[in-house]
């Protein structure tokens, strides 16, 4: 499935739109660390929780579960939210 | 690396809230060439050549969002390659578990372990490397001790930038004989490669109401060790300027001889490469809210040359008046010249400069964003 990449990850991906697969979202970030080594960490942390400002929309649903359930044409959306200065 | 004291090239390597910068220059450091920004955008904490090889670099980063990370160059900056594994807590399955917010301090270990690598960590963590810096795995007992997770207290208890382990020190005669020191959490010692530590807390003194032993109120802020006598350590600390004299373990409070309208708080110690008996520091006003700015407006370095007897106020070509920055723990350091360059690099982005040993300072970039970090280091 597509997923949408955030411009701070570009430097992993080297586009915002990547093919990635998985039966779960835990499992498509999974798959995109394969593809990307060294992705993951940068938005999961070492205790499996999302960190702070990464978010999630499947379908543009937001989604705080990394068991949440992907479908084959799920659209997926990682999102970092700015702030700061 | 072994060199002439007298010629080859100096690399300053300036980390920042917004990015790293690498200032080369030669012998006389006069003029000074600037390479960067590297990682612009990036929170870089400390960026380190290994003394080893004269080659490898690693730098600390994180971005304001994105997880923390260090980079390895073998070219002097020109590609950087991301560790395949960065320090990490171990995870634990009952939430408890702690999460590195960054890497804060990077020190090459002893000179017969060639890849070896230790990180500091915020919240407090040490780890690591065996690869040169690729791949980084918690070490010693100190992460998961429960006597150690109660000294470290919580982020709460910590400084503004997260509590902090740092002053990762390595004897030069004994690869297994380690110190490091937390913010808070007090400094500590092992000599069996992180098997067993000892809180090595005699003397220091702690905010007034506190007992000074419990390791959970010390709050060393930077500790360095001589390197022609590896018996002797400076610290400075919230609670003044120390010096400690092995085999002993009672620290001294070589701070009291400051000016008393300046006093003896401050955050970095850098240390003469081959006198024992000279040290310099960088004073800030640690008065009623603590403003952690230069006393007065005024900043200055002072310097000892008889092991913190006496102290001279070192502040030619310094600003006079109305200079109200901060010199953090990492950001003060000197090369091994003779004359000794001494560095230091501030929360206003400003680098100062002297080739001297303090006697005169010159302002060798300014408008860089606030600085973390510098690291001196001479080559060829």
């Known amino acids: 499935m597509e997923v949408l990449i955030p411009t701070p990850l570009h430097a992993y991906t080297g586009s915002a739109r990547v093919q990635a697969r998985g039966a779960s979202l835990g499992a498509l970030l999974a798959d995109l660390d394969r593809q990307y080594p060294g992705i993951r960490f940068r938005i999961i942390d070492e205790q499996g929780r999302m960190r702070p400002h990464m978010r999630f929309f499947i379908n543009q649903v937001a989604v705080f579960d990394l068991d949440q359930a992907l479908g084959e044409t799920d659209e997926v959306v990682i999102v970092q939210a700015l702030s700061g200065g | 690396m072994a060199h002439d004291k007298t010629s080859g090239s100096v690399i300053l390597l300036v980390a920042t809230r917004k990015g790293a910068w690498l200032f080369h220059s030669d012998a006389r450091r006069r003029d000074w060439r600037v390479d960067g920004p590297h990682f612009l955008g990036h929170i870089i904490h400390h960026m380190v050549l290994d003394p080893r090889d004269g080659q490898t670099l690693l730098a600390a980063t994180r971005t304001g969002h994105l997880g923390p990370t260090v980079y ?173 004299d092995r085999p002993g373990d009672q620290w001294q409070r070589v701070g009291r001889a400051m000016p008393e309208a300046v006093g003896d708080i401050g955050f970095p110690v850098v240390l003469h490469p081959r006198d024992a008996d000279r040290c310099w520091v960088f004073p800030m006003d640690g008065t009623e809210v603590w403003p952690r700015t230069a006393p007065g407006g005024q900043p200055a370095v002072y310097g000892t040359r008889d092991a913190g007897e006496h102290w001279q106020r070192l502040d030619q070509g310094l600003p006079a008046g109305q200079a109200w920055w901060t010199v953090k723990r990492q950001a003060m350091n000197n090369d091994s010249l003779d004359p000794v360059g001494l560095y230091f690099g501030t929360t206003s982005g400003e680098l100062w400069a002297s080739s001297d040993e303090g006697a005169q300072w010159a302002c060798i970039a300014r408008h860089l964003p606030e600085i973390y970090a510098v690291e001196a280091a001479v080559r060829g």
């Open chain 2, 72 to 244: 390895r160059s073998t070219d002097m900056g020109r590609t950087w390659k991301e560790a395949r594994q960065p320090p990490a807590f171990a995870p634990q399955a009952n939430g408890t578990g702690r999460t590195v917010d960054h890497t804060f301090w990077l020190t090459p270990a002893h000179g017969d372990e060639p890849d070896v690598w230790y990180a500091g960590t915020s919240p407090q963590g040490l780890f690591r490397s065996q690869d040169g810096g690729v791949s980084w795995s918690p070490f010693s007992i100190i992460n998961d001790d429960p006597h150690f997770r109660a000294w470290m207290g919580t982020a709460q208890d910590g400084t503004p930038d997260g509590p902090m382990l740092h002053s990762i020190i390595v004897d030069p005669r004994d690869p297994t004989h380690l110190y490091i020191a937390m913010s808070g959490g007090g400094v500590h010692e092992t000599r069996d490669g992180g098997q067993s530590f000892t809180p090595l807390l005699g003397g220091l003194e702690v905010v007034e109401g506190f007992n000074p032993g419990d390791p959970s109120f010390h709050d060393p802020h930077c500790i360095r060790l001589c390197p022609t006598n590896p018996d002797r350590l400076y610290q400075q600390n919230h609670c003044g300027i120390y010096r400690l």
